[in-house]
């Protein structure tokens, strides 16, 4: 059945087409007596289409009056002359049921708009987006108004989607617009009449059901879920490596040999007790300890004997046994003794191999361990990195502070794998940690803004730093997101797939990231602001999502260890030192400055009142070469971890106002460009300014890119070539 309105335009066709929805529904043979058809057969409704009307009917809706009449292919029914003379409007609206046995009773509705003198002006063929639901309800969606053109687009009714798919093989014309499914349960359906125009004039004739064709296919796609986000670098961690830990073939594990001579230690423990006589301090019993390098003499003063005198003796001990350097302690912790130091003449080598092969390293629980050599009694000492939490090293030339960082890095690399732990390796001397290098994509950590895998120059150390900061940041939110307090905990859980319900974030294990300075003072001297900064910031809080520091320097003065970092590394590790200053500066007590070097180191636990007194394990050049050999060999990840993206200009940008510039900005950039050369005392000179602002206007050519960061006693660096792109800039 096909019906045309013709109605005025100032009456909705919405409240028009719900009113004769719901005349049509109220029953088949309603709608029949309403149309004048005088058909008897009610089941079937495709007849209807088959009989002319010739006596319009009116109906009416909202008080307005509508000349329905019924068009078919044969029949050119005039509209009805009683109508107003204003514009109206003809819409096209379809709709598809899906059932197989029951037609549609109201296929099309088509509305004209003609002028007054009943001339068609244009037509309405809106796009059709009828949604079916899965219960076969039809949902209606809102038509947009506006005017497209027809050629050569035929008119198609259908009453179940099979018919559509029965059609979309026949169709020559494709005029769907595809759209994204949300609901698995919907199906929507687009018409679209692009490419087509409309004659200039229509023809007073009712368009019949066959004068234009719909070709219609239905797209149906599937539910695209959003993937969880990877909030940091774990990603590249999924991928299958198949590593293999290194062995101890290629590292020296031969045990030194005794180091106990009976005729030495006796000797020097009768020199000690007659040299202390001399002094009014009798030795009843005396205890011997020997070490690897040193060995402990223990005794228990007589009654009345004060322990500073004891402490004041001990250059005139030296003197009196011919060492190198002794060191008292009084009293030893946790023991009623005092305890001599004296050096062995013939000290032994401790092999980082033979401490990497003791049950003590192997048979470790530590989530850090670091096996750094062996106390005065043998014993192999082993420290866990995480419990600590960063360890600040301290020693001058040829002490042995370079073989202890390649100890702390070996140990790691021997009980952890690729996955569980991430070097960020900072070398400003540019040869101490360069065999490393090979470990790129197994056990690196990487800032995209720095191209080096070891980091050496100042400027990508403050900016790897801050990355480092930024990855902490984000390991907080984090845990901060499923309530977890630490790293450990967190990933426990993760392994377990406790998160495994959550659809916005990936939780993946983190790995502990280790953050290697070797050489403190250097960077100090250059950008100590920049760089003291980044380090407060990771010693202060990094503990709990497993970033750890350690820091070494040779210069352990107040300048390079500030107050505020020693503060927060409660581990210290002091290897010989220059003077009794230095080793109260990285101890806050004497004792450094009489060790033997060559590894003979003083490690302070944290809530230790005293240090512990360590052969650090040697591990030779070779060796180190070696293993980075072994493990670079392998099969690696796609890429390092990255940390995230450190953009320093647009960070610098985000707090700086132009409008606050000092009114002899311009000129000061414009004074740089043409020499050159970026210095505060340019600026004094040429604009007669004072020491501050000078300094304050460079400050502001900075934030505005026009040069470079500060380096030390160096001029900054110009970053702009001629005027004429500070004019550009400007």
Do not use: W
């Not at 719901?22 to 007849?47: R, V």
């Not at 044969?74 to 109508?83: C, G, K």
């Not at 003197?319 to 912790?333: S, W």
């Not at 581990?571 to 033997?596: C, F, H, N, P, W």
Request: net charge negative; hydrophobic share 35%; glycine share 4%.
């Amino acid at each position: 059945m096909l019906i045309t309105l013709y109605l005025g335009t100032d009456i909705k066709f919405e409240t028009i087409y719900q009113n004769i929805m719901e005349f049509l529904g109220k029953a088949k043979s309603g709608i029949t007596e309403a149309f004048g058809d005088d058909s008897d057969n009610e089941n079937d409704e495709s007849q209807t289409d088959g009989h002319n009307i010739s006596n319009a009917k009116k109906v009416n809706v909202d008080s307005k009056v509508v000349q329905t009449t019924q068009v078919t292919a044969q029949a050119n029914t005039e509209p009805a002359r009683d109508i107003q003379r204003k514009p109206t409007v003809i819409i096209n609206r379809a709709t598809i049921k899906d059932s197989e046995n029951q037609q549609n009773p109201f296929q099309n509705i088509k509305i004209k708009k003609v002028d007054d003198n009943q001339e068609p002006i244009s037509e309405i063929v809106p796009e059709i987006k009828p949604e079916i639901n899965s219960d076969e309800t039809i949902k209606e969606v809102e038509i947009p108004e506006f005017k497209p053109n027809f050629k050569n687009i035929k008119e198609k009714s259908f009453t179940s989607l099979d018919e559509i798919e029965e059609d979309k093989s026949k169709s020559e014309t494709v005029l769907i617009e595809p759209m994204q499914i949300q609901d698995e349960n919907s199906t929507n359906l687009t018409l679209n009449s692009e490419n087509s125009f409309i004659d200039s004039k229509l023809s007073d004739e009712d368009i019949s059901e066959n004068t234009k064709q719909l070709n219609i296919t239905l797209n149906r796609s599937k539910t695209i879920e959003k993937e969880p986000v990877n909030l940091i670098g774990t990603a590249v961690l999924d991928e299958e490596i198949n590593y293999k830990f290194p062995g101890t073939e290629f590292l020296n594990t031969e045990k030194a040999k005794s180091f106990v001579d009976e005729a030495e230690l006796e000797m020097n423990a009768r020199i000690l007790q007659e040299k202390l006589e001399t002094f009014k301090i009798f030795i009843e019993n005396l205890s011997v300890t020997p070490g690897p390098v040193v060995t402990q003499y223990e005794f228990v003063p007589a009654a009345g004997i004060k322990i500073s005198k004891i402490e004041s003796l001990s250059d005139d001990l030296a003197m009196a046994l011919k060492a190198k350097g002794i060191r008292i302690i009084a009293p030893i912790p946790g023991k009623g003794t005092i305890g001599v130091e004296i050096p062995n003449a013939n000290p032994s080598i401790v092999r980082f191999g033979e401490t990497v092969e003791s049950p003590k390293f192997k048979n470790s629980d530590f989530k850090l361990p670091l096996v750094m050599g062996k106390t005065i009694s043998g014993d192999t000492y082993i420290i866990d990195l995480a419990k600590m939490p960063h360890l600040l090293i301290a020693g001058s030339t040829g002490s042995g502070k370079s073989v202890g960082i390649n100890t702390i890095i070996s140990s790691l690399v021997y009980k952890l794998h690729p996955s569980e732990l991430k070097f960020v390796m900072i070398d400003p001397k540019k040869v101490e940690l360069q065999s490393y290098s090979k470990l790129k994509n197994h056990y690196m950590a990487a800032s995209p803004e720095v191209h080096d895998t070891i980091v050496t120059k100042p400027e990508d150390a403050v900016t790897i730093l801050k990355a480092a900061v930024a990855e902490m940041e984000i390991r907080y939110d984090i845990l901060a997101s499923v309530r977890q307090r630490n790293i450990a905990d967190y990933n426990i859980k993760v392994r377990l797939g406790a998160f495994n319900d959550n659809k916005d974030m990936s939780h993946k294990p983190m790995p502990y990231i280790v953050v290697i300075i070797d050489e403190l003072a250097d960077l100090m001297l250059v950008a100590s602001k920049e760089i003291e900064e980044p380090i407060t910031r990771l010693a202060q809080m990094a503990r709990a999502v497993g970033i750890h520091l350690v820091v070494a320097t040779q210069r352990p003065s107040v300048d390079v260890i500030t107050g505020v970092i020693k503060a927060n590394f409660p581990a210290r590790i002091a290897y010989l030192v220059a003077s009794k200053i230095d080793s109260r500066t990285i101890l806050d007590m004497q004792g450094a400055e009489q060790l033997l070097g060559q590894g003979d180191m003083l490690c302070l636990p944290p809530g230790s009142p005293k240090p512990v007194r360590i052969q650090n394990s040697f591990i030779s050049t070779d060796e180190v070469e070696a293993l980075c050999d072994f493990i670079g060999d392998q099969k690696g990840y796609s890429e390092p971890y990255y940390l995230p993206s450190i953009n320093e200009k647009s960070e610098s940008a985000g707090y700086y106002d132009p409008e606050d510039r000092d009114p002899l900005f311009e000129e000061a950039a414009r004074l740089m460009v043409q020499h050159q050369q970026g210095s505060v005392s340019l600026i004094q000179r040429r604009l007669k300014v004072g020491y501050a602002r000078a300094g304050r206007i460079v400050d502001e050519l900075e934030r505005a890119g026009i040069i470079g960061p500060f380096d030390g006693s160096k001029a900054r660096l110009v970053l702009i070539d001629n005027l004429a792109d500070l004019d550009r800039i400007l």
